[in-house]
């Protein structure tokens, strides 16, 4: 029964900007902590960033520190990714998931959505 569903991605050029969104359901959304994972071909799932359940409470991977911030609205039962200065090297499948910890650590989420592409050409 719980769904995250990523919507958002696409193509840009390198240097532009993307949001992505992950609508939850089936959960009680301000329990989790919150995060988003990407995938590209051949390489494993990586971290990318994590939010608490209070929204204050931030961590992001260092490839992307700077250039990326998530969000959440939880009356809305929602996450953000926003990127900017996106570059070719961040292209890749991109999910949310949901934890009952504080966690960079992909073995300690819960639930995971099907993925969004997100494509940075050059």
């Known amino acids: 029964q719980v769904q995250l569903v990523e919507s958002g991605g696409g193509l840009v050029q390198a240097g532009g900007s993307l949001r992505l969104s992950c609508a939850a359901s089936g959960l009680t959304f301000s329990n989790y902590v919150m995060g988003w994972f990407r995938q590209a071909p051949g390489k494993e799932r990586e971290f990318v960033a994590t939010v608490h359940w209070n929204a204050f409470t931030t961590k992001y991977a260092d490839s992307v520190k700077g250039r990326f911030t998530i969000s959440r609205a939880n009356t809305k039962n929602t996450v953000y990714l926003q990127m900017n200065r996106l570059k070719p090297e961040d292209t890749a499948v991109y999910y949310c998931?949901?934890?009952?910890?504080?966690?960079?650590?992909?073995?300690?989420?819960?639930?995971w959505g099907q993925g969004t592409q997100v494509t940075v050409s050059s």
């Open positions: 998931a949901a934890s009952r910890t504080y966690s960079a650590n992909r073995g300690n989420y819960d639930y």
